[in-house]
Protein backbone atom coordinates (compact mmCIF):
# COMPACT_ATOMS: atom_id res chain seq x y z
CA UNK A 1 0.00 0.00 0.00
CA UNK A 2 1.57 3.25 -0.72
CA UNK A 3 1.59 6.20 1.82
CA UNK A 4 3.35 9.27 1.32
CA UNK A 5 5.79 10.31 4.46
CA UNK A 6 5.15 9.70 7.93
CA UNK A 7 1.38 10.75 7.84
CA UNK A 8 0.39 7.42 6.72
CA UNK A 9 -1.58 8.53 3.87
CA UNK A 10 -2.51 8.29 0.51
CA UNK A 11 -1.20 11.45 -1.36
CA UNK A 12 -3.58 13.15 -3.83
CA UNK A 13 -1.99 11.59 -6.86
CA UNK A 14 -3.38 9.41 -10.27
CA UNK A 15 -3.31 5.49 -9.08
CA UNK A 16 -1.13 4.74 -12.26
CA UNK A 17 1.71 6.95 -11.10
CA UNK A 18 1.41 5.46 -7.49
CA UNK A 19 1.85 2.38 -9.07
CA UNK A 20 4.43 2.90 -11.21
CA UNK A 21 6.43 4.88 -8.81
CA UNK A 22 6.50 2.11 -6.53
CA UNK A 23 7.23 -0.51 -9.19
CA UNK A 24 10.63 1.37 -10.56
CA UNK A 25 11.76 1.58 -6.67
CA UNK A 26 11.56 -1.34 -6.63
CA UNK A 27 12.91 -2.93 -9.98
CA UNK A 28 14.72 -0.43 -11.61
CA UNK A 29 16.48 2.35 -9.49
CA UNK A 30 17.60 -0.80 -6.72
CA UNK A 31 16.48 1.05 -3.70
CA UNK A 32 15.51 -1.56 -1.28
CA UNK A 33 14.74 -4.66 -4.15
CA UNK A 34 11.85 -6.58 -4.96
CA UNK A 35 13.75 -9.37 -2.84
CA UNK A 36 13.77 -7.47 0.04
CA UNK A 37 10.33 -6.81 0.01
CA UNK A 38 8.76 -10.13 -1.35
CA UNK A 39 11.71 -12.15 0.46
CA UNK A 40 11.32 -14.16 -3.41
CA UNK A 41 7.44 -14.51 -3.60
CA UNK A 42 5.47 -12.54 -6.50
CA UNK A 43 4.18 -9.20 -5.05
CA UNK A 44 0.40 -8.51 -5.77
CA UNK A 45 0.08 -4.90 -7.18
CA UNK A 46 -2.63 -2.95 -7.86
CA UNK A 47 -3.26 -1.58 -11.39
CA UNK A 48 -6.07 0.52 -12.74
CA UNK A 49 -8.02 0.52 -15.97
CA UNK A 50 -5.95 2.80 -17.39
CA UNK A 51 -2.31 1.07 -16.31
CA UNK A 52 -3.78 -2.13 -17.45
CA UNK A 53 -4.54 -0.93 -21.25
CA UNK A 54 -1.42 1.04 -21.25
CA UNK A 55 0.48 -2.28 -20.77
CA UNK A 56 2.48 -0.77 -17.83
CA UNK A 57 3.44 -4.27 -16.85
CA UNK A 58 5.38 -5.47 -19.06
CA UNK A 59 8.05 -3.13 -17.56
CA UNK A 60 8.52 -5.31 -15.04
CA UNK A 61 9.31 -9.40 -14.83
CA UNK A 62 6.37 -11.43 -14.82
CA UNK A 63 7.78 -14.28 -11.94
CA UNK A 64 7.50 -11.22 -10.02
CA UNK A 65 3.82 -9.83 -10.04
CA UNK A 66 0.37 -10.98 -9.94
CA UNK A 67 -1.53 -8.33 -11.88
CA UNK A 68 -4.45 -7.30 -9.54
CA UNK A 69 -7.27 -5.81 -11.25
CA UNK A 70 -8.65 -3.91 -9.14
CA UNK A 71 -12.69 -3.65 -8.69
CA UNK A 72 -13.36 -0.53 -10.00
CA UNK A 73 -11.71 -1.07 -13.36
CA UNK A 74 -14.25 -1.24 -16.36
CA UNK A 75 -15.12 -4.98 -17.50
CA UNK A 76 -15.04 -4.58 -21.52
CA UNK A 77 -13.47 -5.87 -24.51
CA UNK A 78 -10.18 -4.07 -24.13
CA UNK A 79 -9.46 -5.01 -20.59
CA UNK A 80 -10.25 -8.41 -21.33
CA UNK A 81 -8.06 -8.34 -24.26
CA UNK A 82 -5.11 -6.24 -22.11
CA UNK A 83 -5.28 -9.49 -19.57
CA UNK A 84 -4.77 -11.83 -21.94
CA UNK A 85 -2.07 -10.44 -23.76
CA UNK A 86 -0.51 -10.44 -19.88
CA UNK A 87 -1.35 -14.13 -19.36
CA UNK A 88 -0.13 -14.95 -22.58
CA UNK A 89 3.57 -13.27 -21.65
CA UNK A 90 3.10 -15.29 -18.09
CA UNK A 91 1.99 -13.08 -15.39
CA UNK A 92 -0.21 -13.77 -12.74
CA UNK A 93 -3.89 -12.41 -12.53
CA UNK A 94 -5.63 -12.05 -9.79
CA UNK A 95 -9.18 -10.14 -9.44
CA UNK A 96 -9.34 -8.02 -6.16
CA UNK A 97 -12.44 -7.58 -4.18
CA UNK A 98 -14.59 -10.09 -6.90
CA UNK A 99 -18.28 -9.56 -6.74
CA UNK A 100 -19.98 -12.15 -9.32
CA UNK A 101 -21.75 -9.71 -12.02
CA UNK A 102 -22.39 -10.73 -15.90
CA UNK A 103 -19.80 -8.33 -16.74
CA UNK A 104 -17.27 -9.82 -14.99
CA UNK A 105 -17.86 -13.71 -15.00
CA UNK A 106 -16.47 -14.34 -18.18
CA UNK A 107 -13.52 -12.70 -17.10
CA UNK A 108 -12.85 -15.68 -14.83
CA UNK A 109 -11.37 -17.38 -17.28
CA UNK A 110 -8.56 -15.29 -16.79
CA UNK A 111 -8.19 -15.69 -13.06
CA UNK A 112 -4.90 -17.26 -11.25
CA UNK A 113 -6.37 -15.91 -8.09
CA UNK A 114 -10.02 -14.86 -7.23
CA UNK A 115 -9.92 -12.19 -3.95
CA UNK A 116 -12.94 -12.38 -2.08
CA UNK A 117 -13.23 -9.54 0.68
CA UNK A 118 -15.20 -11.37 3.96
CA UNK A 119 -16.28 -8.13 4.96
CA UNK A 120 -18.27 -6.77 1.65
CA UNK A 121 -20.31 -9.84 1.32
CA UNK A 122 -22.21 -12.47 3.46
CA UNK A 123 -21.02 -15.97 4.40
CA UNK A 124 -23.95 -17.29 2.19
CA UNK A 125 -23.12 -14.95 -0.92
CA UNK A 126 -19.07 -16.34 -0.62
CA UNK A 127 -20.19 -19.92 -0.05
CA UNK A 128 -22.95 -19.84 -3.89
CA UNK A 129 -20.00 -17.99 -5.44
CA UNK A 130 -17.52 -20.55 -4.69
CA UNK A 131 -19.82 -23.88 -4.95
CA UNK A 132 -21.03 -22.64 -8.36
CA UNK A 133 -17.33 -21.15 -9.78
CA UNK A 134 -14.56 -22.93 -8.60
CA UNK A 135 -14.67 -26.38 -10.55
CA UNK A 136 -16.11 -24.29 -13.75
CA UNK A 137 -13.27 -22.28 -13.94
CA UNK A 138 -9.38 -22.99 -12.73
CA UNK A 139 -8.12 -20.61 -9.93
CA UNK A 140 -7.04 -19.72 -6.70
CA UNK A 141 -9.36 -18.28 -3.53
CA UNK A 142 -7.84 -16.03 -1.57
CA UNK A 143 -9.88 -14.52 1.35
CA UNK A 144 -9.32 -11.23 2.05
CA UNK A 145 -10.20 -8.87 5.61
CA UNK A 146 -9.85 -12.34 8.09
CA UNK A 147 -9.98 -10.50 10.96
CA UNK A 148 -11.49 -13.86 13.36
CA UNK A 149 -10.45 -16.98 14.25
CA UNK A 150 -13.98 -18.09 13.27
CA UNK A 151 -13.77 -16.64 9.68
CA UNK A 152 -10.36 -18.23 9.12
CA UNK A 153 -11.83 -21.61 9.69
CA UNK A 154 -15.50 -20.75 7.27
CA UNK A 155 -12.86 -19.68 4.76
CA UNK A 156 -10.77 -23.08 5.20
CA UNK A 157 -13.77 -25.02 5.26
CA UNK A 158 -15.08 -23.44 2.23
CA UNK A 159 -11.80 -24.12 0.00
CA UNK A 160 -9.88 -20.99 0.19
CA UNK A 161 -6.16 -21.26 -0.93
CA UNK A 162 -5.15 -18.19 0.60
CA UNK A 163 -5.78 -15.84 3.64
CA UNK A 164 -5.19 -12.14 4.26
CA UNK A 165 -6.43 -10.07 7.03
CA UNK A 166 -5.65 -8.94 11.20
CA UNK A 167 -6.32 -12.78 12.05
CA UNK A 168 -2.79 -13.88 10.36
CA UNK A 169 -0.27 -10.62 10.64
CA UNK A 170 -0.23 -6.98 10.91
CA UNK A 171 0.87 -4.84 8.16
CA UNK A 172 4.47 -3.37 8.50
CA UNK A 173 5.42 -0.21 7.32
CA UNK A 174 8.71 -0.39 5.13
CA UNK A 175 10.43 3.08 4.50
CA UNK A 176 12.04 3.83 0.95
CA UNK A 177 14.77 6.43 0.81
CA UNK A 178 13.72 7.41 -2.75
CA UNK A 179 10.20 6.92 -4.87
CA UNK A 180 9.33 9.62 -7.13
Request: proline share 4%.
Amino acid sequence: MFREGCCDSFPDIESEVATVSILDGLFHEGTVGIQYISDGLPCFVNFCHQSLIQGIAFNYPPEDLVIEVLENCEANAVLYKALEDLKSHGYQIAFDDFVPSPDWLPFLRLADIVKIDFRAQSLQEISQFVNKYRKRFDFKLLAEKIETEEEYRVAIALGFDYFQGFQLSKPERIFFSHVA
